[in-house]
């Protein structure tokens, strides 16, 4: 019975090629919930500085995300009103993070320096624009479309997930008499009171992560 | 100047992505609009199927678009991302529009993300109303259309259209059909259905989600949910199916953020046959699965699968592994029968658990989303390479290059004994991995009958066909006084042996094929690299046997010819595609066989023509051996000609999820299949066996309704 040896030794080399064929990698989606802590992350910001969540436990902190190419992006951009809410809340103390995951040669990949001429150019101020090419920070809080809007509270937790209004289209022109979300739950949350609307569809382009 | 600079960026900006920002592909005010305009990877059209409209009556209108391969626009609930057509209508006073009607999508996967949308084309049905005081007349139906195409990029795009009929003051009937009224017949199909009354659709939530119920009457392989409501599924994940005797169960993921569950789960449920149905599942009990009321299916599919693993004993891939196991037994049968049995019951577990592991990793990839079937290891080229590999090696060993253990002829009392029960396990489990492109006639319809079961149903048939496979040798080793009947051992077994090096070395040809017709000349030469470096391999073990040197350098060799071979398949070769592959096939025989898609099969049955589909795979031997004794024979080509039969090939080598749709539709999980579908698009398909001959082919052709034949003779 010559072969059982060599059978054997061949055959279990099959056995763990059939196994390692079928072997395909599955994906975990852990979605922050509304009212659970928001998660920390680190990253490196346009301007060269690395910025975390956690150091600005005591403010309230706006995460947008952005891809400069879609054209939902930048319904809010050419109409200055992205801008102006910047400007407005980040008066007011709050923090606010431009978020960009658009993979490296994916539509919205910006090197820092392209980046911070066109916040130049926009008059964008954000307090930091998170420059995200591997997507850990949009995996991190399961960011679906640009723009998209998270708010998190001075004690780390979410209290807004969603849309920047509820006008889900790409033209300037429903931006007037839009009711915007993230003023919305900004100030019923320094009045105290709880957020009406916490949780909605956020529309846009797919944000762009590497396959 | 600021503003200045800001408008100025604007513009470059606009100009800078190619003018595709928005994209307006209506003609401007001042001149006529046009019923179609083309934007960017787009047609759209307005389509009226009967050109006529009456007072006092409705006539149908549908927005239909063509869209460029990849590009795709959105149901009315987009998914993750997007955002559905839109259409605001201008009409003469006393016609009224209703609302845009959505036919069922399909799931598009984005990275992480899910939207539901639709590819290729897609028409919008919508029914206008003409009130008794309209004036007759020209009536002038104006539409401004707005709508966001995307493929991995997105762009918003307008349109407005107009349509131009004239209001007669008598109504008239429509007399000629235009190209209008086949566009919207072929399509009209893709909307959803009403429940039917006699359907029972209930919802049940779990901690994570809900168990959505569809009762029919009868069973369904798979469903598909798609909710009409945002934010109340996590989109992206894989909704397993559980059928029902009377319907089918799916477990779908809830949105994390949602709170409170709904009143009711609307949407569109899609069976596994392509049929969508608009439900709105209220709470109630989910029924259990209940694999003991078809017990005698169960009991018949069994059977079968054991009769099947029987029959596989004899199939070219797998009888020179059981050929081996004979000679071994031929060559040992003095020895004591404990051990004999022993073996044999070795050689049997090694075949069930690496039945049970093949079927477990297709169950888990399932239950993971995959859309896979029975031999979709094969689908792999780096398990088809490697494993041409081994029986390469292997045939090297047969013929006599080298041996590793023991010779044949040196047989002796303690052989057992040192060969330990580690060999018969894995000759069980190479007999498995080799039997599994030969799905023997017999087991197409019980392999898809295991796979659409629960999984205790699908191991039990499973563990059916191992234990047929098994049978034979086993039967052997338990029965010693049979082993009698064997011719005594000898030189011949020598000889017998390297003689069986030659079906090895054929099937190694095959494998080499199926790599080629896939992946191209390149793959070819990587495998034949392979080859070469096992060779040398082989020569150094038959050279310097059992020494330590020798075989180390062996192990470097063979690790480094597999590690060329992964890397090489993986870095360099790219799935040849269909189209070439159908190409030459259609050169090679008199008929034009063009590959298979849903919509082909639509087209060709809207024309009017019957539809043949040939579900098949280069690895799948009984599908090539069906394609040459059958499909391709003049007899048949000529049937197939005479009753103007539409040929299509759905070439399932490359793993590929519409065609595992397909097939679950059909209640099968592998190729061979093949479907014959009438001309009336309310007909199911008829399936032809798994083992075809020119008589079954034309015989099913001439039970084709005479009604299709006659009205292709017409001009």
Same mark, same amino acid.
């Given at each position: ?69 879609? $054209? ?94 509820? /006008? ?44 | ?6 408008? /100025? ?59 460029? $391969? ?140 809900? /168990? ?6 009868? /069973? ?496």
């Amino acid at each position: 019975m010559v072969h059982n040896s060599h059978l054997s030794t061949l055959s279990s080399w099959t056995a763990a090629l059939l196994l390692s064929a079928a072997g395909l990698s599955l994906l975990a989606s852990a979605q922050v919930k509304v009212g659970a802590p928001a998660p920390d992350f680190q990253a490196t910001a346009s301007n060269g500085k690395t910025e975390s969540l956690d150091q600005f436990k005591g403010k309230y902190v706006v995460l947008e995300w952005h891809n400069q190419g879609c $054209p939902y992006t930048r319904k809010h951009y050419t109409s200055g009103n992205m801008q102006a809410l910047q400007k407005e809340w980040t008066a007011k103390g709050v923090v606010w993070f431009t978020v960009i995951s658009s993979a490296p040669g994916e539509q919205g990949y910006v090197t820092a320096s392209q980046e911070n001429s066109y916040l130049n150019q926009m008059h964008a101020d954000p307090t930091a624009a998170l420059l995200d090419f591997q997507g850990k920070i949009g995996h991190l809080y399961s960011a679906k479309t640009t723009p998209q809007m998270i708010v998190i509270d001075p004690a780390g937790k979410v209290i807004y997930d969603g849309a920047i209004d509820n /006008r889900p289209t790409s033209d300037v022109e429903d931006i007037k008499g839009a009711k915007n979300y993230v003023n919305e739950a900004l100030t019923e949350a320094m009045a105290g009171k709880p957020v009406t609307t916490s949780y909605t569809r956020p529309y846009g382009c797919s944000v762009k992560y590497a396959d | 100047m600021s503003v200045m600079r800001i408008f /100025r960026c604007i513009v470059a900006a606009i100009f800078a992505l190619a003018g595709s920002s928005v994209a307006f592909a209506a003609t401007s005010s001042t001149s006529k609009l046009s019923s179609s305009a083309d934007a960017a990877h787009v047609h759209v059209q307005l389509v009226m199927p009967q050109s006529i409209l009456n007072r006092g009556e409705s006539a149908d209108i549908g927005l239909y678009f063509k869209l460029e $391969p990849g590009w795709h626009v959105y149901w009315k609930n987009a998914g993750d991302s997007g955002e559905p057509p839109r259409i605001r209508w201008t009409l003469p006073d006393g016609i009224t529009a209703g609302e845009i009607q959505f036919p069922a999508p399909k799931r598009l996967p984005l990275g992480p993300l899910m939207d539901f949308g639709y590819e290729d084309e897609v028409l919008f049905p919508m029914t206008l109303t003409v009130a008794n005081t309209v004036k007759p007349g020209p009536a002038v139906l104006d539409a401004k259309v707005s709508w966001l195409v995307c493929r991995e990029v997105c762009i918003p795009e307008k349109a407005e259209l107009a349509l131009t009929e004239s209001i007669p003051v008598q109504p008239i009937r429509p007399t000629a059909s235009g190209a209008d009224e086949d566009l919207y017949k072929r399509l009209l199909s893709r909307l959803p259905e009403p429940t039917p009354a006699n359907a029972k659709v209930v919802f049940q939530p779990t901690a994570d989600g809900f /168990r959505l119920a569809w009762q029919g009457g009868q /069973r369904e392989a798979s469903a598909q949910f798609f909710p009409a409501e945002q934010n109340i599924l996590n989109n992206p994940a894989p909704q397993a199916a559980t059928p029902l005797a009377n319907g089918v169960v799916l477990d779908l993921k809830k949105d994390p953020n949602l709170s409170a569950a709904p009143a009711q789960l609307k949407g569109i449920l899609e069976l596994a046959d392509g049929h969508a149905y608009e439900i709105a599942a209220v709470p109630g009990t989910i029924p259990a699965a209940a694999p003991g009321a078809n017990a005698s299916g169960l009991v018949k599919a069994a059977g079968l699968a054991f009769l099947g693993g029987i029959i596989l004993n004899l199939m070219p891939c797998v009888f020179p592994v059981l050929f081996l196991k004979g000679l071994s037994l031929v060559n040992s049968h003095r020895q004591e029968r404990a051990h004999q049995r022993t073996h044999g019951l070795v050689y049997t577990a090694g075949i069930v658990v690496s039945f049970w592991l093949l079927v477990g990793a297709l169950l888990a990839l399932r239950a993971a989303g995959a859309t896979l079937g029975w031999g979709f290891q094969f689908q792999s080229p780096i398990f088809v390479a490697l494993m041409a590999g081994l029986l390469f090696f292997l045939g090297l060993s047969l013929a006599g290059q080298f041996e590793i253990g023991l010779t044949l002829t040196s047989a002796g009392g303690s052989l057992a004994q040192k060969q330990g029960y580690a060999g018969s396990f894995f000759t069980g489990v190479l007999a498995v991995v080799v039997a599994t492109p030969c799905t023997a006639p017999f087991m197409g319809a019980a392999v898809g009958y295991a796979l659409a079961q629960s999984a205790v149903v699908t191991f039990a048939i499973f563990t059916a066909l191992a234990l047929g496979l098994a049978a034979p040798y086993l039967l052997l080793t338990l029965q010693p006084a049979w082993t009698r009947l064997l011719p005594k051992p000898g030189a011949w077994m020598e000889i017998l042996k390297q003689a069986t090096a030659v079906p090895i070395f054929g099937f190694v040809i095959w494998l080499t094929w199926v790599l080629a017709s896939t992946r191209g000349a390149f793959a070819v030469l990587v495998l034949l690299s392979l080859f070469l470096l096992l060779a040398i391999a082989g020569w150094i073990l038959g050279r310097w046997p059992a020494k330590r040197v020798p075989s180390f350098a062996v192990g470097v060799v063979i690790v480094t010819a597999i590690g060329i071979c992964i890397y090489g398949l993986q870095k360099f070769t790219a799935p040849v595609s269909t189209e070439e592959n159908s190409t030459a096939s259609a050169t090679n025989s008199g008929a034009q066989w063009e590959p298979w898609s849903q919509a082909a099969v639509d087209k060709y049955r809207a024309a009017g023509r019957p539809v043949f589909v040939d579900f098949t795979a280069s690895w799948c031997l009984s599908c090539q051996v069906n394609e040459r004794v059958a499909l391709r024979t003049p007899q048949v080509e000529a049937a197939f000609k005479k009753a103007n039969v539409a040929l299509l090939k759905a070439d399932w080598t490359e793993r590929d999820d519409a065609i595992a749709q397909a097939l679950a539709g059909f209640g099968r999980s592998g190729v061979p299949a093949y479907a014959l579908y009438t001309s009336n698009s309310s007909d199911g398909p008829t399936l032809l066996p798994e083992a075809l001959t020119p008589g079954i082919v034309v015989d099913a052709l001439n039970k084709l309704p005479a009604a299709t034949a006659a009205s292709t003779a017409t001009p």
